[in-house]
């Protein structure tokens, strides 16, 4: 099977020819402002998990993705137009598509359908093994080496997940496949990462997230009619909850996303992840008066203690110089 993207060396020959304005790994003064751009990714991201749970409550899934990529769209197209970039060059196009349809829309619409049946706290602890799986495409697509301790941490987060699916399973089947909604989202979530790491070398973060989103708009389109229907009879506060995730989470965060993923690795943006739980939990607790089970949250540490395990690096012994 070809590999998805071209092997180092000629992705740093890509980088070398990439357009005007597309950066380079971080280095110096760089390095604050992609870090910066995770955290800000990492908080809007954790508020979108609460978002949706609220505007689920009068928007079908599909309905509210095609809401929120439409209003996104907006704001990137907008924002894409004043700063006069234009359209990526076509080394960039395949994985725009693939992440777009992936990541953008099939996330958004699977993610939507699980929030409905699993709460916000348990769908992030869940979803939040896609680093994981990040590692497994980064080493059938990428040729990216799995290291023993990245194996053993996904099968103590896999564990996790399992342990969350037996704690939810008393409350009835829907809930157990709210639990595997969220699993299929996290895969999508993987694939859209690892397909749009190596469009950063070509397209500059703007134009990857902008025409991600177009993309995934297009491919919800399908929910148009759920749209006006739920739009015709959804409360004010829903349909606000709606544009909030479009201009926020989408718009803002995927662009702060592309713009240190362009910057670093994918398994080291990744990680950065790890902390979207504790903040859905505590904004799920101060918001939507939820909090996961005890047995959820034990699984959901052991989804996390997975990926501790998976991103831990060996200490290195020192070889006594010779004198």
């Known amino acids: 099977m070809a590999k998805f993207s071209p092997p180092r060396a000629q992705a740093r020959r890509a980088a070398s020819t990439a357009a005007p304005g597309v950066p380079t790994p971080a280095t110096g003064r760089a390095q604050p402002l992609a870090l910066a751009a995770a955290g800000v990714t990492v908080v809007l991201w954790a508020s979108a998990f609460v978002s949706i749970r609220s505007a689920g409550e009068a928007y079908a899934p599909g309905a509210l993705a095609l809401g929120r990529l439409l209003t996104g769209s907006l704001v990137l197209v907008a924002i894409l137009l004043i700063r006069r970039e234009g359209l990526p060059p076509r080394a960039a196009w ?36 896609a680093p994981l799986l990040m590692a497994l495409l980064a080493f059938r697509l990428l040729g990216e080496n799995l290291a023993p301790r990245l194996l053993t941490g996904m099968a103590v987060s896999f564990a996790g997940a399992v342990v969350v699916g037996l704690s939810m399973a008393g409350g009835g089947s829907t809930s157990v496949l709210g639990v595997l909604l969220c699993l299929l989202a996290a895969v999508a979530y993987a694939g859209g990462v690892v397909a749009q790491k190596p469009t950063l070398a070509y397209a500059t973060p703007l134009q990857v997230t902008t025409y991600g989103a177009l993309i995934g708009a297009v491919g919800c389109l399908p929910f148009g009619w759920q749209l006006v229907r739920d739009a015709a009879h959804a409360p004010l506060s829903a349909t606000l909850n709606m544009v909030y995730l479009g201009v926020f989470p989408t718009a803002l965060a995927f662009t702060t996303w592309a713009y240190a993923l362009a910057r670093t690795t994918a398994s080291r943006m990744g990680a950065t992840t790890y902390a979207v739980p504790a903040i859905v939990v505590l904004m799920a607790w101060l918001l939507l008066d939820e909090i996961p089970g005890p047995l959820t949250l034990a699984g959901g540490v052991l989804c996390l203690a997975g990926v501790a395990v998976a991103r831990s690096r060996p200490r290195r012994s020192q070889v006594p110089r010779e004198a």
Do not use: K, R
């Not at 395949?94 to 990541?103: D, E, F, H, Q, T």
């Not at 049946?117 to 093994?129: F, K, P």
């Open 94 to 129: 395949p994985g725009i598509a693939v992440s777009g349809l992936l990541w953008f829309g099939g996330y958004s619409v699977v993610l939507n359908w699980g929030e409905q049946l699993v709460d916000a706290g348990t769908a992030s602890l869940v979803v939040n093994i």
